[in-house]
Nanobody
Framework: QVQLVESGGGSVQPGGSLRLSCAVS????????MGWYRQAPGQQRDLVAT???????GYADSVKDRFTISGDIVKSTLYLQMNNLKPEDTAVYYC??????????WGKGTLVTVSS
């Protein structure tokens, strides 16, 4: 079992920044694949950014050059730094973990609202 708890969401004006955190109940070094997804109202859940245990990163085209995914092994925390936020980034953001054992885990999400 892996527990994921997101934090850091909130309201911000367009052009602003937020950093999301995902506290992980086991060492992130033992988790093969982690990522951030988001779901806007009435929309499907979409991939935002991913990171593998060896540090390979991937991003949705819509967030490239604005968002950065990273992990802190000591704190066992996954981060998503979001810069130059746009109204279309408004969504509930979810942390995801796949330890590579056939299981997958989700956090409960944190709401990000970008509005003037």
């Amino acid at each position: 079992q892996v527990q994921l708890v997101e934090s850091g969401g909130g309201s911000v004006q367009p052009g602003g920044s937020l950093r999301l955190s995902c506290a992980v109940s086991k060492s992130i070094f033992s988790i093969s694949f982690m990522g951030w997804y988001r779901q806007a109202p009435g929309q499907q859940r979409d991939l935002v950014a991913t990171i593998t245990v060896i540090g390979n990163r991937g991003y949705a085209d819509s967030v490239k050059d604005r968002f950065t995914i990273s992990g802190d092994i000591v704190k066992s925390t996954l981060y998503l730094q979001m810069n130059n936020l746009k109204p279309e980034d408004t969504a509930v953001y979810y942390c995801y973990a796949n330890p590579g054992n056939g299981e997958s885990y989700w956090g409960k999400g944190t709401l990000v609202t970008v509005s003037s």
